[in-house]
Structure formats: C-alpha cells, structure tokens
T-cell receptor, first 114, second 113 residues
C-alpha cells in the first residue's frame, strides 16, 4: 500500500519570499510522483511530475521539485512567490505498475501575503 | 479546446433524494474517475472506469453508483444511502498510457438542504 504525507496544512509567506511545501511518501513499490495545484472552486491542475531520469523537475511558472529516493520525499519549492500562487497544493503518487491508482496527500494551502 | 466538463457547478439535495452529477470529456481518454474532496482530507477515490461498460469501486463507493455507457460520459449518482454527501466532487480522465497524468474537471459542490 502507498501513503502520502504533507506535513503542513497551511503555509503563510510574504510575496517574493522563497517557499518549500513538504511531501513524503511511503511505498513498497516504485512510484511516479506528482504535484497538483487547486485554485478556489476549481479542479486540480498538474503542476509537475517525476517519472524517471533527472530527479529535479521544473514547471513553467517557476516551481521545482526534487525526488529524493533515500528520504522518500518530493518537496516543492519556489525561490520567489507571487500573490497569484495562493492556492492549495496536492502531492500524489502512483505505483509504476498501476495506471489507475493515484494516492493523494491531504494538501497544503499556500497563502501569499503582500 | 479539449477538456472535462462537470455539471452542475452547485447542487442541492433533499433528504432521501438521489442526485446525478454529470461528467463529460472530449479528450478521447479511456479511463475516467470520480473523487470526493473534503476539507483537510485530500481526494478519495469513489469509482473508476477503464473501458466502456465496465467500472470498479474505489475506496469509498458505498452510497454511490456510476455507469459508463459511452466513452465520453461517466455520470455519478449520489444515492439516499450516502448519509454524508456534502462535499466537492471531482471527475478526472486519463489515457491508458502509463506516463500520462490524470486531467480534472472543475468540480461539483453538493450540499444538503
């Protein structure tokens, strides 16, 4: 079985400050890893994913995440946040041998203040 | 543009009533999913379907039913047996290529009158 832990339910940060949203997972099999973002009253949008290869993955809007197999982590970072980054962020894993089963963390609300 | 359309955006249910949430996709995806989202709990899988006329229960299927008569459509019925239906419901779809992610609709918020 797999599980995903997002250690912080809410992260307040000032605009232009750096931020890290933490994600740890537990799995007995190899997994793919994802970060999704959800704006109020909307669905989830894929932010970035790790399937294989370089352990550092980047999104088009300045976020990056690094897969650390030894620490079973996939933390999300951004060096300078904007007000528009205020949203809920979900980390998720999917077993490599399963095309359907996506397991989500409980989410972290990023609140960017001016 | 291709995407997933969920309707209605807001829905109210009376006690003892069944309600159906619509999900349509034009992405030509084979697999479709229904999730329930509650505050602080992330998303939980209700049902999923990987092919027309076939579907499987997820982690919290009790009190819900689905059908998959067409590739594009995967409606979810919240039955009167679901005692705590107030939640945000999200539909997703995905191609069977294992490298591809799930795509989500904008959700339906269901409340009890």
């Amino acid at each position: 079985a797999q599980s995903v832990t997002q250690l912080d339910s809410q992260v307040p940060v000032f605009e232009e400050a750096p931020v890290e949203l933490r994600c740890n997972y537990s799995s007995s099999v190899s997994v793919y890893l994802f970060w999704y973002v959800q704006y109020p009253n909307q669905g989830l949008q894929l932010l970035l994913k790790y399937l294989s290869g370089s352990t550092l993955v980047e999104s088009i809007n300045g976020f990056e995440a690094e897969f650390n197999k030894s620490q079973t982590s996939f933390h999300l970072r951004k060096p300078s946040v904007h007000i528009s980054d205020t949203a809920e962020y979900f980390c998720a894993v999917r077993p490599v041998d399963s095309s359907y089963k996506l397991i989500f963390g409980s989410g972290t609300r990023l609140l960017v203040r001016p | 543009d291709g995407g997933i359309t969920q309707s209605p955006k807001y829905l109210f249910r009376k006690e003892g009533q069944n309600v159906t949430l619509s999900c349509e996709q034009n992405l030509n995806h084979d697999a479709m999913y229904w999730y329930r989202q509650d505050p602080g709990q992330g998303l939980r899988l209700i049902y999923y379907s990987q092919i027309v006329n076939d579907f499987q229960k997820g982690d919290i299927a009790e009190g819900y039913s689905v059908s998959r008569e067409k590739k594009e459509s995967f409606p979810l019925t919240v039955t009167s047996a679901q005692k705590n239906p107030t939640a945000f419901y999200l539909c997703a779809s995905k191609s069977l290529d294992s490298n591809q992610p799930q795509h989500f609709g904008d959700g339906t918020r269901l409340s009890i009158l």
